[in-house]
């Protein structure tokens, strides 16, 4: 009986002793992703991408453009374009992520890092964490701005709360390439410009904006395989109704694999670079 107790003590004791690791590193990246918000608080400057930026859009699209892409209907046009603007703004809201952390680098933040008791990786993870705020933000003033334009949700406000936590669940495995380019550009005006390339093509090489039926052919093939257009066709049908599974489907994977390629490759640069 004393054996047994033993036993059983001692393996608590190990699961313990492996558990607490992880404990320290989610409590770790926590800290420094409260870090970063208190950094943005103090600099509000560094949200204009994610507040001003959205209304700019909307405004621009809608009123300059929606008459003559829908046919003279800006309602119609705000009922198809706003899902596809809101996965375009997280796409936007990564970059930056990208240029804040090489500018840290720059600045030799990173280095006192080192000097902490902490996992390596801690610093990239609360960056990420912390950018879940502006991915938030990203959809409350699409939503809000687009509802006093006369945006109306026509599925439910269930579907209405999936498609933004697909929306910004997209986000935090797509920020990973910004923090990849961060850990690799020389400078943080370079990120930007980098990922701008990235992003525009994505953007606009989607049905973002318009149906992918009246592009060329050759266009139309890589509309199809574009993860905005899977992401925006799902936010779209869970928004104002739709085909949402497929999407889902290829939208879930396009996740994977950016958390598949894009970690690794971010987390090696991050060595190599602080």
Not at 16 to 30: K, N
Not at 54 to 69: E, K, Q, W
Not at 186 to 206: A, K, Y
Request: glycine share 10%; aromatic share 10%; with cysteine.
């Amino acid at each position: 009986m004393s054996a047994l107790t033993t036993t059983t003590t001692t393996k608590a004791i190990g699961a313990e002793a492996i558990g607490r690791p992880h404990a320290r590193t989610v409590r770790h990246s926590i800290a420094l992703a409260k870090r970063n918000l208190i950094k943005t608080s103090r600099t509000p400057e560094q949200l204009i991408d994610v507040t001003l930026q959205p209304i700019i859009f909307l405004l621009l699209f809608v009123y300059v453009f929606g008459g003559a892409i829908s046919g003279g209907s800006r309602h119609e046009y705000l009922q198809y374009l706003l899902p596809g603007l809101l996965g375009q703004g997280i796409a936007m809201g990564s970059v930056a992520l990208g240029q804040n952390l090489n500018a840290d680098i720059e600045k030799g933040v990173f280095d006192r890092f080192r000097s902490l008791p902490i996992a390596r990786f801690v610093p990239l993870l609360g960056a990420v964490l912390a950018d879940f705020f502006r991915y938030l933000i990203v959809c409350v003033i699409y939503l809000g701005f687009g509802y006093v334009l006369g945006f109306r949700i026509g599925t439910d406000p269930l579907a209405t709360v999936a498609a933004v936590a697909l929306s910004i669940a997209f986000a935090l495995c797509f920020c990973w390439i910004s923090v990849f380019i961060g850990m690799k550009a020389r400078t943080s005006g370079s990120v930007q410009g980098i990922m701008f390339l990235l992003i525009f093509p994505l953007s606009f090489g989607s049905s973002v904006f318009v149906q992918a039926s009246t592009m060329p052919g050759w266009m139309q093939a890589f509309v199809k395989v574009n993860p905005m257009t899977h992401l925006v066709g799902a936010v779209r049908g869970l928004m104002v109704g739709g085909p949402v599974l497929s999407h889902l489907g290829w939208t879930l994977l396009w996740m994977g694999i950016l958390l598949a390629v894009f970690v690794p490759l971010a987390l090696r640069a991050y060595r190599r670079r602080a």
